[in-house]
């Protein structure tokens, strides 16, 4: 008994020290290593390193459910990659510099979730990120401001912030091994005026040269690689949809993944729609079955929620209305076509089809041809991407020209506007296109109206839920019916 009592005090002594020696003392460093971190307005800043590199600067905290979006990161790191060999080290021809990159894609898309992933995953801890506010270059010359005296630069008149700049510039231009990222920046040739000459890919200038990654809405930006972030495919969208839900996949129904499934398809993919609806059923307890009943009978009303976090408090719908409000200004005719998308079917617009409809809203000119205010129009909305747009092989083997807007836009669209002007707008596209199967050369009608076919059948739509007193029902109900049989 004695012996055994010994073995059991020695026995216990060896797993006390090892838990204390594995467990204790790791989370002794682990403390140490939170303590020298400070996070400001949801956003990380490093301690200061060992070496002589600096500390990165207001990188937000990494989002924990961060979900797919591995094929896009990749393609980031490929282009973005630090380089820390000398001159001599690197092969002969090797770049001097490189292009800014941009993420681009429309609001709600996970611009910003995607560039801090990436920096969490290929860059924190080793070097140093600066993460700059790009929505307005007053935001941008403060943060550069701040930069500098986080750099130790001497400020020499923080009354001319201009000259502030130039010194963050020039510090950036003769020190190796930086990200500076510009989040949100609408109008990203902007950027240029912050960068010094080696991150435009110039041939002068020392070979240590940092990255520049830009997140932005717009789909074209001179100077700069884009990649394009599109909404997720129905696999990644279901699994941030679980995820966020807290939702056990591998014990759920066939019939609840179904829905989830549909759900993610009626949703059009966005992932701030997807997270906002999993941080729904997962703080209500509703389950997805319901969510999925309210969103087919509540749609308009459940994107105007906010957000469930502080991370993400704008509403689905205010995340758009932003854009549209921004477009709003250039014309009443980019209102007038984005109105004119909200009524057709979002993923097949030809463009000719639009053309032809365009003449009918009062705010189109007479001094220029539909097909050049057309394409004044889609090149506003396309900068925001409130619109896409994609030529492909048609039928007929011809080019198709055709616009796409995203389902969630359109819902956006549609509930701003009261029953009366709703209606209006629904009689401009039926009207518009069954005037535009007139046009149709009868020995290419059939393929013309198979092109259509997506049109015609949200035109019927349009026509049933009508009321039945509309005087404009009965004159276009039996040739859009006609068309479609």
Sequence with gaps: MVELERWTAVVERDIRASFHHIVVDQLADLEAQLDSLVVRDNRMLSADRADDRPSSFHVPSRYLLFTGRSDVLASLHTLLAPDDRSQDERPQGHPQGRLPVCICGAGGVGK?????????????????????????????????????????????????????VSDVKRWLGRTPGW???????????????????????????????????????????????????DAMDTDEGVQL????????????????????????????????????????????KCGVQRYAALYRGHAELLMEERGWTDRYPASVAT????????????????????????????????????EHILPSCDSFGTGRSAAWQLEKAVWVLMRFSLLGRRQSAGHSGQLADALSMHRLVQLVVR?????????????????????????????????????????LQVCAGHVSAAPTHGSWVGRWADPISSEIS
């Design 319 to 354: 995340t758009w209305t932003i854009s549209i409000d921004q477009v709003r200004a250039s014309s009443p005719l980019v209102i007038d076509l984005l109105q004119v998308c909200a009524f057709l079917h979002p993923d097949a617009m030809p463009v000719v089809l639009v």
């Design 241 to 284: 949809l679980v995820t966020r839900a807290r939702i056990d996949a591998a014990t759920q129904s066939d019939h609840d993944a179904q829905v989830c499934r549909d759900l993610v398809l009626q949703m059009g993919g966005l992932p701030l729609a997807l997270d906002q609806a999993g941080a729904s059923i997962d703080e209500k």
């Design 112 to 164: 910003t979730e995607a560039a801090t992933e990436y920096v969490h995953r290929y860059w924190f801890g080793d070097h140093p990120v600066f993460w700059m506010r790009a929505d307005a270059s007053a935001n941008t010359t403060a943060d550069f401001v701040l930069l500098a005296t986080h750099l130790g630069l001497p400020v020499r008149d923080a009354s001319k912030p201009d000259d502030v």
């Design 179 to 229: 990200l500076l990222v510009f989040d949100n920046a609408d109008h990203p040739d902007a950027v240029s005026a912050f960068l010094p000459p080696a991150a435009h890919g110039a041939s002068h200038g020392d070979s240590h040269h940092g990255r520049v990654l830009v997140t932005t809405r717009c789909q074209s930006a001179a100077g700069a690689t884009l990649v394009p972030l």
């Design 415 to 455: 509930s701003r506007l009261d029953d009366a002007a709703g209606r209006r707008w629904a009689q401009v596209v039926v009207q518009g296109v069954a005037s535009h199967t007139d046009t149709f050369d009868a020995s290419q009608r059939w393929v013309g109206l198979k092109a259509l076919a997506p049109q």
